[in-house]
């Protein structure tokens, strides 16, 4: 089902919903004779079809952007590419951005991760923080919004952001070391207040019309949840599970993995600022304690 959201911005949905995606995947399109999409989704013949539809007479798809690659937003974009000839820009492959401590991580192979990732996404063209792009005769900026995953990024089209799934209306973003990283979702967050910005149109979900809100919401969500982790090792010394099963009382049980993710990314955040120590080396149950 094809929408318009603004004029020149429409979003078809993937048909994946899940506890994880909710509705489904967005995809949007964006132009009139050139049309832009971004985040084409994942590997689906009727999505794919829905997508070549909806480039009407006299538009073209000239360009393919993907804010990150895991399974639910990047896979079609190759198939999409043969079918029109439209490059593919995003920050890098999927491993790239991670930064000098989460590749240790990865290297180490000991904290587990790795949810969802396309491992074999490549662009055409890897685009720096910051790049501008003329299309349709306006102008897509590309920005490397680290932190649910490593070459995340955000693309501002005119009064416009596309946040991926750095901002959510209907969830806070999974953060799962070591392709997430919560200093660097932090930073990110940061850098995106700074723009002036106002409506996101996310992965999934419906817009956020007061984005630097939930951004404040979001950086507010995380700095309570540190304090819960710190609070509950003050009590005993405890894995990421341990704490996950103490903290998310409310949450789905079958959500319980992910919200371990998050915890883990909040235990390594806190010993690289030195509030916790970890009791052995860095590995999925290593317990922490407060110094």
């Known amino acids: 089902m094809e929408e318009t959201i603004y004029s020149g911005i429409r979003r078809i949905l993937a048909p994946n919903p899940s ?39 006299g538009s073209k798809i000239t360009k393919i952007f993907v804010t990150h690659s895991h399974l639910d937003h990047s896979p079609l974009a190759a198939e999409l590419s043969e079918q029109t000839n ?3 820009y995003a920050f890098g492959d999927s491993f790239a951005g991670r930064s000098t401590e989460m590749n240790k991580l990865a290297h180490n192979n000991s904290i587990g991760g790795g949810e969802g ?39 501002i089209f005119k009064n416009f952001l596309f946040c991926g799934d750095h901002v959510m209306g209907w969830a806070s973003s999974m953060v799962s070391p070591p392709d997430g990283d919560l200093a660097a979702f932090r930073k990110s967050c940061a850098k995106l207040l700074e723009k002036s910005q106002s409506i996101y149109l996310p992965g999934h979900g419906q817009k956020i019309e007061d984005g630097p809100s939930r951004i404040r ?22 894995t990421a599970e341990g704490i996950a099963k103490r903290i998310y009382t409310d949450v789905d049980p079958q959500l319980l993995p992910a919200a371990t993710r998050n915890v883990i990314a909040h235990l390594f955040d806190l010993v690289s600022r030195k509030r916790i120590a970890a009791l052995g080396p860095l590995k999925l149950h290593t317990k922490y304690s407060v110094l």
């Open 19 to 57: 506890p994880m995606t909710f509705t489904g995947t967005n995809t949007y399109l964006i132009g009139h004779k050139e049309i832009a999409v971004i985040d084409p989704g994942p590997k689906s013949s009727s999505h794919m079809n829905n997508i070549l539809k909806a480039t009407k007479a």
């Open 86 to 88: 439209a490059k593919i």
């Open 117 to 155: 990732v396309d491992t074999n996404f490549k662009p055409n063209v890897s685009l720096m923080d910051g790049a501008e792009l003329i299309h349709d005769n306006e102008k897509i900026i590309a920005i490397w919004t680290p932190g649910h995953f490593g070459n995340h990024m955000s693309f």
């Open 217 to 238: 919401w979001l950086l507010s969500h995380r700095d309570k949840r540190e304090l819960q982790i710190l609070n509950a090792l003050t009590k005993k010394p405890d």
